[in-house]
């Protein structure tokens, strides 16, 4: 099976340059691996953004384009409740 396991997280990129040490997603991370590890192809899309920001409407195409690339039988989306309405117009945009 094809997986593609999305995270939603607030990481701000420029700090995470500065010093990688960012421990967010274990739990995708370990879903993935345990996945792999049982034989399904999965791929992991890390959505970072600084918190209160949305994908633009380029970037959602862009993932659209990458979703249909990669052709999941499966998608999950990991996030913390202060994602939801990020979650919400990223699913909508992906109908």
Request: charged share 25%; net charge positive.
């Amino acid at each position: 099976m094809k997986l593609l396991c999305i995270s939603l997280n607030q990481q701000d990129v420029a700090e995470y340059k500065k010093a990688p040490t960012d421990i967010s997603c274990l739990g995708i991370r370990y879903l993935s691996s345990y996945l792999k590890s049982k034989g399904h192809k999965v791929n992991i899309l890390f959505l970072a953004k600084p918190y209160g920001k949305q994908e633009t409407k380029k970037e959602l195409k862009q993932i659209n384009d990458l979703i249909r690339q990669l052709a999941p039988d499966l998608i999950s989306i990991s996030l913390m409740s202060n994602h939801f309405f990020r979650a919400k117009k990223r699913i909508k945009a992906n109908k």
